[in-house]
């Protein structure tokens, strides 16, 4: 009786984390196509339960990348040429600004990045479960649920890069390219010298300090690239990019 009572509770409480993930999820979803018209063929109900395969049941340390592929089939996305923005290590600036001004799109701006953004989900093995606490840390172990949906999100979304892209990069650190991010790891191995023009670096800096163009880790990016690719890179400070924040009417190309 003693165990039956545990499982039934243990179900009772957790259940309700089920059945909110699925509810912010499809909220979010929602709210996503209605200011974003151009989202509208997309069926939010059909994306949580492509979401929902990928990870219920399995250990939330076994969840590999290729799990999300069915997600990431079932969402449709126009890609946005020539305003692709991709950053590393400097999600807060990046964002502030693609909130601001119309000039960029990040993955967050994307359908499923802005639903999944800020969430932590996970399942369990013999569970038909959602959880949304007790899962593994970014770096508890590789294949972990939230860490290969970025993964495989990331993937997709460097894989329909095109036109000029521009990547937002953090000036203030040793390793503006950091060899074991998701901009490193994944996306610029994914970008296509067929579908691309330019790679255009935006490192971002602190008042004249900080790291160059002419860092190694950016000569190290630049050697990545097809050399199809026009690439370059400018140093832009920090506040210059605060003030297109605070003017959000200023021309997208006048910022840098
Ligand atoms: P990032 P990326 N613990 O700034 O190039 C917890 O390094 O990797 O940039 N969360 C983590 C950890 C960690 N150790 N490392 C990374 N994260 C999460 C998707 C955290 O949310 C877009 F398209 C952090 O803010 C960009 O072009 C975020 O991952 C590119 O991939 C980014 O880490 C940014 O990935």
Redesign the pocket.
């Known amino acids: 009786l003693a165990i039956s009572l545990g499982v039934a509770l243990s179900h009772r409480l957790s259940s309700p984390s089920s059945e909110s993930l699925k509810k912010t999820i499809i909220d979010k979803c929602e709210a996503f196509i209605q200011n974003n018209k151009s989202s509208s063929a997309n069926d939010c109900q059909k994306i949580w339960s492509a979401f929902e395969q990928a990870f219920v049941g399995k250990d939330p340390c076994n969840v590999p990348m290729e799990a999300y592929d069915l997600l990431i089939h079932t969402v449709i996305q126009d890609p946005v040429c020539n305003r692709m923005?991709?950053?590393?290590?400097?999600?807060k600036i990046v964002h502030d600004f693609t909130e601001k001004t119309d000039c960029f799109l990040?993955?967050?701006d994307t359908l499923v990045?802005f639903v999944m953004n800020g969430l932590t989900w996970c399942g369990k093995e013999e569970s038909n479960e959602t959880f949304t606490t007790g899962c593994p840390?970014?770096?508890d172990c590789v294949n972990n649920t939230v860490?290969s949906f970025?993964n495989r999100?990331?993937a997709a979304?460097?894989d329909a890069a095109c036109g000029d892209v521009t990547?937002m990069l953090?000036g203030s650190i040793a390793t503006p390219f950091?060899p074991?991010?998701?901009?490193?790891?994944?996306?610029v191995k994914r970008f296509k010298a067929a579908k691309m023009k330019s790679l255009s670096v935006v490192l971002v800096t602190k008042e004249n300090e900080g790291t160059t163009c002419d860092d190694p880790s950016l000569k190290d990016l630049q050697k990545e690239i097809d050399p199809k690719l026009k690439y370059n890179c400018k140093a832009v400070p920090e506040s210059k990019i605060q003030d297109c924040i605070s003017q959000p009417d200023t021309a997208c190309g006048a910022c840098w």
Not at 85 to 91: A, H, P
Not at 180 to 187: D, G, Q, R, V, W
Request: aromatic letters at 20%; charged letters at 15%.
């Open positions: 923005l991709f950053w590393s290590k400097t999600k990040t993955l967050e990045g840390g970014w770096t860490r970025w999100a990331s979304f460097a990547a953090n950091s074991t991010s998701i901009f490193a790891t994944i996306e």
